[in-house]
């Protein structure tokens, strides 16, 4: 979830005792820890970086400028969608799916290569390929007893990995597998379950009473899932 869930969920709980992070924030301070530094980037550098770099040189006919300007203007309109496809072909290939090659995915190897910058997809797989070394796997393993994963269905198997690396005495994980919307990005749930069912005893329990929609909504929703729901709200709704 976002950084702004995690200010509420620490206000509501209001215990310094228990951490509350996103899994970036968390991994960010991982790699602190391992005194791992890197400044972290966004597609919008990318785009800077790529401007200056591929810019045409100052002999060069003002239709070539025009031209190339014009297509540096296109790249900052579709900026999320070729961030989106970049990442998701890095956290698919770092966990085996065979996909297609995105885009300026060369070049923006190249600019965090030269940067030495990572972004958040790097900062995953990094933090799960170093915890595979006892060295520094001794650093944060055994130091949680629980770890709670909240919106369960859309965390990736790299994430999971991670949490399970640290081997606390208890997971639980909350979610509801019909609204997983990151699949792209490597989320799959039952994998994940499959992944903790090999390391935990495991128990499922399904939260049946629906305490946020109309029974109307409800109802028509019960059509299109294994999980029968009742409203908690005697609402019809529209």
Request: hydrophobic residues 35%; aromatic residues 14%.
């Amino acid at each position: 979830y976002t950084s702004a869930a995690v200010k509420e969920i620490k206000k509501r709980l209001n215990n310094e005792s228990v951490k509350v992070t996103t899994i970036h924030a968390f991994c960010l301070g991982m790699l602190a820890k391992m005194q791992k530094f890197k400044k972290i980037v966004d597609i919008y550098e990318f785009i800077n970086w790529y401007k200056d770099k591929y810019k045409p040189k100052g002999g060069s006919k003002q239709s070539d400028k025009d031209e190339f300007f014009d297509f540096i203007t296109h790249l900052y309109d579709d900026a999320q969608y070729i961030a989106s496809e970049i990442t998701a072909f890095k956290l698919q290939t770092a966990d085996g799916i065979k996909c297609r090659l995105p885009k300026f995915y060369h070049e923006y190897k190249q600019f965090t290569k030269e940067t030495k910058s990572r972004d958040f997809s790097d900062m995953l797989i990094e933090v799960r390929d170093l915890l595979k070394d006892n060295k520094w796997l001794r650093l944060f393993k055994n130091q949680y007893d629980y770890i709670f994963v909240d919106e369960f269905q859309d965390t990736s198997t790299i994430q999971m990995n991670i949490l399970l690396a640290l081997n606390a005495k208890y997971y639980t994980l909350i979610g509801d597998r019909s609204q997983s919307i990151f699949l792209y990005s490597g989320a799959n749930c039952d994998q994940i379950i499959e992944l903790l069912q090999k390391r935990r005893e495991c128990h499922n329990l399904a939260l049946s009473t629906n305490f946020r929609s109309a029974k109307t909504i409800v109802e028509n929703s019960n059509l299109y899932s294994d999980l029968q729901a009742v409203s908690f709200s005697q609402e019809e709704g529209a």
